[in-house]
């Protein structure tokens, strides 16, 4: 816990989902996606929402960020759900939450329009 506050200390949390973003873009993530919950919720401040095309891809955008923000912030994630099945991947960074969905199951549980009043942007 003592490593995840002093690295959250050097990466803000807006900061840390842009670089997550840019992280599963590397990876060939579709439809990357930003909500801002500030002022929404209390349990965090981002959402970064994103596609792999297969379960594998899904498994290797999980890897990319676990392994970059591991390396280059000494942040990992606080919990990470899904990463076995792949089809629905949840890493919590407590100021961020990373969704790393196949197509179906994005499609099924429609994050986007669950929180559709949060200020939310597309990454490149």
Known sequence: MAETARARETLAPEALANRIAEIASDKKAADVRILDLRGIVSYTDFFVICSGNTER?????????????????DLLPRRVEGDREARWVLMDYLDCVVHIFTPEARQYYRLEQLWGEAPAREVQ
């Open 57 to 73: 891809q899904t498994k290797a955008i999980h890897d990319a960020v676990r392994e970059e923000l591991k390396k280059a912030h």
